[in-house]
């Protein structure tokens, strides 16, 4: 069953842009990581928030964490053309990550 | 480093052929994963692994087999493969959570298996 789900599930915005994507889960969490995953490639993690933390940065990727709300928003700055790709959350707990559906994100030049 | 490679990267079975796919990591990582990827749905757990010698089942293990006999080695098994076990699979690898919970996963490439 699929604890995370991302919203919305497709994104297309121009170069230079930003992109936000939200992901909601169903039950407690020990924490939350965002993914990527370009066509035809393995996923590649970009960011872990735990449980405990309220907002996390890398680069141009922002990440928020509501654990009242049992939802995360990752924001990426200033988007450009390789960031084109399916983003995935995943909620951990015990030895499990449990997967969303993904948003699809494209860049139009 | 090459990380997680995973062999073969394509294959084609017909309904009730057997296979194994292989799955490698240089990472000296404890816990390793499969997982299938079906078009508009997250990546779905099969069979998991704490460490060299023991498996553990997934949300979705029916019909796959596992063994990890060596640390660096989770290998999946098709006894007899079915036309709904056409997907993408994925091994993933990462170490040992602990009590801070899971730590990020390092992922291969893919086999993308086509059962006819």
């Known amino acids: 069953s699929q604890q995370g789900e991302e919203d919305p599930q497709a994104l297309s915005i121009q170069e230079g842009e930003n992109a936000t994507m939200n992901c909601s889960y169903k039950t407690s969490i020990n924490n939350l990581q965002w993914y990527r995953q370009n066509s035809g490639r393995g996923l590649v993690h970009l960011i872990l928030i735990r449980s405990n933390e309220r907002e996390k940065h890398s680069g141009r990727l922002r990440v928020t964490l509501d654990t009242s709300k049992k939802s995360s928003s990752l924001l990426i700055t200033a988007s450009r053309a390789a960031d084109t790709a399916s983003y995935f959350c995943?909620?951990?707990?015990?030895?499990?990550?449990?997967w969303g559906a993904g948003t699809k994100l494209i860049i139009k030049p | 480093n090459a990380g997680v490679t995973q062999t073969p990267k394509f294959r084609v079975l017909k309904t009730g052929q057997s296979m194994t796919l292989l799955c490698a990591q240089d990472m000296n990582h404890e816990y390793m994963y499969w997982y299938r990827q079906d078009p508009g749905m997250g990546l779905r757990l099969i069979h998991y692994s704490v460490g060299e010698g023991t498996t553990a089942k997934g949300e979705v293990p029916d019909g796959y087999n596992v063994s990890r006999l060596k640390k660096q080695n989770f290998l999946l098994g098709l006894e007899s493969a079915a036309p709904s076990q056409t997907s993408v699979y994925f091994c993933?690898?990462?170490?040992?959570?602990?009590?801070?919970?899971?730590?990020?996963?390092?992922f291969g490439d893919g086999t993308r298996l086509s059962i006819l």
């Open positions: 995943a909620t951990g707990s015990n030895y499990q990550l449990i």
């Open positions: 993933a690898s990462s170490h040992q959570g602990g009590v801070r919970g899971n730590q990020p996963q390092h």
